[in-house]
């Protein structure tokens, strides 16, 4: 193999500013690629920029493709568990309003109880002893 057919990865490599050289940089991708297989690594490349995939739900997180399925285990915008939220804040609501109904029926309860005493009070009232 000709050396010139090899490059540093695109992922492991940074210089200072547009224009300087480009330099090694050993802290992220130290693989050497067949120019050929270039595109094909950058695509695996753990060092290859990576985004949280629930950025749309306000996660900030950017770090390199090896880091990204460590953050998706921390994560807390996935999908379902925005999802898993919103049911949350509405059954909260639906146990709030079933809270209100319940007070209601013993309110209700309560006052036909109240109303059932009266009427014995009465009935028992009419009960006149006979005198015998
Ligand atoms: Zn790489
Ligand atoms: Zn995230």
Partial sequence: MIEGLHVHCHFGVRREAPG?????????????????????????CNYRPARCKWI???????????????????????????QLRKLAEVSEQQVTNFRTIEEQTRKMEAMRAEQGRKQTEMDQAREVPIAS
């Fill in 20 to 44: 300087e050289p480009w330099q090694l940089d050993t802290s992220r991708c130290t693989e050497v690629v067949a120019r050929s297989e270039q595109g094909r690594h950058k695509k695996v």
């Fill in 56 to 82: 749309r739900h306000g996660c900030p997180w950017q770090g390199f493709r090896k880091d990204e399925a460590q953050h998706m285990t921390q994560c807390g915008h996935e999908e379902f568990k925005v």
